[in-house]
Structures are given as structure tokens and as C-alpha cells.
């Protein structure tokens, strides 16, 4: 709502979808026009009837973008652990009202965090009637930048500086330089040193608990479908359990952990964060780490071994139980998460990953990496992407890596960090500051660099000649900001 306020000050139209009860009565209290915000209630979408009409469009918006919204369904941390039947029914009531305000309003630009459904039926809708669909994220670079990607992946970023490498500048040159000296330094930035240390179990822990249960997962989800139940509480998502994961995990240490073994050939595989942007939207057909992590193992060659690391900030995500899984796989050392990766990367044979910025780090080593998710890591010299799992020892065996160029992967960060802007987007839960006027004037500085830049609308694309969209005006004065989530875990800063 921050950003959507300062943008308005320039001129630019800005609408809200909202789901939490809580950001609709604030945008009431700061005398936002209730015509601007759409709220999209669980307990009205659960309660409507499917419009059989709606129902047809959405499958006619299928077929002529290539993208399934059973596939999103499943991305969506929330929905993907509600009842299949109320799901679909969620997902036809979301697409229909977010359509008809899209087209009502004639709003040309939507931006959100594509995490939830109704971001990602948002890019949908935006990619069938020659809309845009901005996405901004951290680079996974030690600097305080944001990108606006333009898509709900992390592809290709909206043009707002050089358009290639031939225009970039020295100074772009050698703030690329700069980066990538922090990088193998292994400099990183505070916020993520914090999220990686041990959760505490005092009077804050212990107040959000009772928060969560007692009126977040018992009234808010009544009417927020991305806000946890008691049933994704205790049984899935468990993010209560974490604190005390993380001290069994202790307890435990050095038997489910142990050190890399001298001179021993190895792959390694650096497991990520769930649930995460990173895994449940740009690696989804990865999210069980155990299947993933057996189906690399008996890949490798005999004589080599699968190390897999935890990664810092996902310590008491996974506890003992699913360790001691991972430990027991035929191949599988499970390696100390406090050993330094750097020096893992420089001895590995290949280092894996399903999206995660140890591909980034291992090609700026020079070594050879393998992710799992089409996005811009596989820009990088030495970084390949495959969505087979059990390649991995297929391509270690038969083919050669590629050769490292560092001069081109220079040229690539210098040109991202170009295109990037200033401004920190990450939660507002790592990172308080990410809500200070001084940050929050950044962001919008930034958006509205990209919504200048996206120009006039893209013909809308059509199925059997028949047009998808109505004619949206030819500027880009119309914006609309999706506010994903309520836990406070993704950004509410639109």
C-alpha cells in the first residue's frame, strides 16, 4: 500500500486485490476508494456457485497462454493443502473477479509476489489480453537491488537500462566486479545472517503461536484462503515447529551430520527452502526433497558420492525424522549445514541445486552447476538447467562441462545489476527496513522506472480469432498492486 501511495503521487492509477481481512481495513482507514480494492473472500468464493461460463473462459485462457491453473493451484502453499473440490472452486472464483476488475478498470500493469493463486491467475489473465504481468525480486547479490522481472518468473528483467552488453558502462563494469569480490568473500547481507540464526522459544514465540492459532488459523482463514488452518498448522506447514525442530536437530547433531571425507569424489546437492518462491513456483515438480535427492543419488557413479547440505535459513524446516530419511539413502552423506559451501563448491564435481543462488555462487568459482528451473542462473557460464533429475549422473559421466567464461558472466551481472533498481523488497519480517519512507520512496522510483519503460500495450493474443481482452488504453497510467499474503512472510509493501 506504501509503494501504491507513492505512485499515485506521480500520476499512476493504482488499484489493490487483497485478501487479509486486516489490508482491506487498512486501506479503508487511509480513505482508499473501496471501488480500488478488490477483496477476495474465501468464504464467499466457497459459498458462490461455479459460473459454468467463467468456468469455459478459464480453460479458453488455458489453451491459448500455454499455462495450467491446476499447476498454480499447486504452487500456491495454501490451496494446494485445501479440499480439491473447494480449491477448484476458489480458483474459478478468483479468476472471474480478478478478470472483471482487471477489465473494469482498465488497468494495464499488475505487479504482486507470484507465490499465491491469485497472483499467478493475474499473470494469466494479463498474458491472454496483451497485459503485463511484474514480478520484483532480490538479485541473490550482496547489494540492496531489486529486480522487476517480467514475468512470475525470474527470467528476463523489464528493459530499463542497457538493452546489451555493447552499452554498458565502466562504472557498470566495476560495480559487477564489486559484487562478485563480496560474493567470494562470502559477504552476504544482514537480514539473511538473521533468518539463518536459532529461532528462539520465549514470550514472542509464544504470543505469535497463540496469535496463530487463536485468531489467525480460527477466524482469519475463515475468510482469507492464504491464511493458514489449524489443520496446515499442525500438519503441514508447521511453522511452530521450527524452534523446536531445530533444538532436536541439535540434540542430535552428530548423528545426522558429518564432514566432508578427504580426497572422496563427490556432487553436491544444496537443499533449499520450503515452502519458498524458489521451490514451490520455479522448481515444482521437485518440492518431495527425499524423491529428488534418492533419484540423483542412484544417478551418480559408483565411485562417487551425493553430499547433500541443509541450507542455514531452512534449519527446523525439516526435522530429525526426515534427516535421518535423507541420511539413509544408498550413496547420501548428509554434510555438517555449518561447513562452508564455498569450499564444498571448489572440490565438487557438479554442484545442484533446484533454484537456489549456490549455482550463481558456484559459477562465479568457475565450477560446474545444474539447476532445475528455466530462470536467469542459466545465463552463467558454467550453469546448466535440466528438469530430469536423474540427468545428473548421465551429464557427469557423458558430458563435458562447459567451459568457464568470466568475462561473460561479468558482462551478464553488469548488466542485470544495470537493469536493476535501488531499494530492498524482501519481507518486512527479515528486514524491517524495508518499510522506511527512504526504502519505500526507492521501490516506487523503481516501479515506476519499469512501468514507464513496458510502453504501449502488446496485442492481446486470441483463440479461434476471437479476442480475449477488451481495447485497454494505449498508456501505462494504470497499475494494480497484488498484496500476496497476510502471515507477513512475503512482502505487503504494495
Known amino acids: 500500500m506504501a509503494v501504491g501511495q507513492e505512485l499515485e503521487k506521480q500520476g499512476i492509477n493504482v488499484y489493490h486485490i ?8 487498512k486501506a479503508r482507514s487511509l480513505g482508499m476508494d473501496s471501488d480500488r480494492v478488490l477483496w477476495l473472500r474465501k468464504d464467499v468464493g466457497l459459498s458462490a456457485e461455479i459460473d459454468p461460463n467463467e468456468f469455459r473462459l478459464l480453460s479458453a485462457y488455458e489453451e491459448v497462454t500455454g499455462y495450467s491453473a491446476k499447476n498454480f ?5 495454501f490451496l494446494r493443502f485445501m479440499k480439491p473440490n473447494e480449491a477448484l472452486k476458489y480458483v474459478v472464483y478468483a479468476f472471474s473477479r480478478i478478470r472483471q476488475f482487471i477489465e473494469k478498470n482498465n488497468i494495464r500493469v499488475v505487479s504482486g509476489e507470484p507465490t499465491t493463486i491469485h497472483d499467478l491467475l493475474s499473470f494469466m489473465i494479463c498474458k491472454a489480453t496483451g497485459r503485463d504481468y511484474i514480478a520484483p525480486f532480490q538479485p541473490r547479490l550482496p547489494i540492496d537491488r531489486f529486480v522487476v522481472w517480467d514475468s512470475f518468473l525470474e ?14 558502462t565502466e562504472k557498470d563494469i566495476e560495480l559487477a566486479v564489486q559484487v562478485k569480490d563480496k560474493v567470494l568473500r562470502k559477504e ?40 493458514y488452518t489449524l489443520g496446515t498448522v499442525l500438519f503441514n506447514l508447521k511453522y511452530h515447529m521450527r524452534p523446536i525442530n531445530h533444538r532436536l536437530n541439535r540434540l542430535q547433531w552428530d548423528k545426522l551430520f558429518e564432514k566432508p571425507h578427504e580426497g572422496e569424489k563427490f556432487v553436491l546437492f544444496m537443499m533449499s527452502v520450503m515452502p519458498e518462491y524458489t521451490s514451490d513456483v520455479e522448481a515444482p515438480y521437485f518440492l518431495n526433497v527425499i524423491e529428488s535427492i534418492k533419484n540423483i543419488a542412484r544417478s551418480l557413479p559408483w565411485d562417487t558420492k551425493l553430499y547433500v547440505k ?45 533454484a537456489g543462488t549456490a549455482a550463481m555462487e558456484a559459477a562465479f568459482f568457475g565450477r560446474r552447476s545444474i539447476i532445475f528451473a528455466d530462470i536467469y542462473l542459466k545465463n552463467l557460464s558454467t550453469v546448466e538447467c535440466t528438469q530430469l533429475v536423474w540427468e ?30 535501488e531499494g530492498s523488497v ?10 522506511s519512507p527512504e526504502n519505500v ?14 510502453g504501449p500495450k502488446r496485442p492481446a493474443l486470441s483463440l479461434d480469432g476471437v479476442s480475449l481482452s477488451r481495447d485497454p488504453e494505449e498508456t501505462v497510467r494504470t497499475f494494480c498492486s497484488g498484496v500476496s499474503n497476510s502471515t507477513g512472510t512475503l512482502r505487503p509493501v504494495l
Do not use: C
Open 18 to 25: 487483497m485478501t487479509p481481512r486486516d489490508y482491506v481495513k
Open 73 to 77: 493451484m499447486q504452487m500456491d502453499r
Open 155 to 168: 527470467q528476463r528483467p523489464v528493459i530499463t537500462g542497457p538493452e546489451d552488453y555493447d552499452a554498458l
Open 188 to 227: 552476504s547481507l544482514g537480514w539473511h545472517y538473521r533468518k539463518s540464526e536459532q529461532p528462539k522459544i520465549g514470550f514472542t514465540f509464544i504470543s505469535r503461536l497463540a496469535r496463530g492459532l487463536l485468531m489467525r488459523a480460527t477466524v482469519n482463514s475463515k475468510y482469507d484462503a492464504h491464511m
Open 310 to 354: 541443509e541450507h542455514p535459513n531452512a534449519l527446523g524446516i525439516r526435522g530429525p525424522k526426515i534427516l535421518r530419511k535423507i541420511k539413509s539413502i544408498p550413496g547420501v552423506r548428509l554434510i555438517d549445514p555449518f561447513v562452508k559451501s564455498h569450499d564444498l563448491f571448489q572440490h565438487a564435481e557438479i554442484v545442484v541445486s533446484l
Open 392 to 421: 545428473v549422473g548421465a551429464r557427469m559421466a557423458s558430458d563435458p562441462p562447459r567451459a568457464h567464461d568470466p568475462e561473460a558472466d561479468l558482462k551478464y551481472v553488469a548488466w542485470l545489476i544495470a537493469n536493476s533498481h
Open 426 to 435: 524482501v519481507d518486512r519480517i527479515s528486514n524491517p527496513e524495508t518499510m
Open 441 to 454: 520512496s526507492k521501490l516506487a522510483a523503481g516501479y515506476l522506472k519499469a512501468i514507464i519503460a513496458l
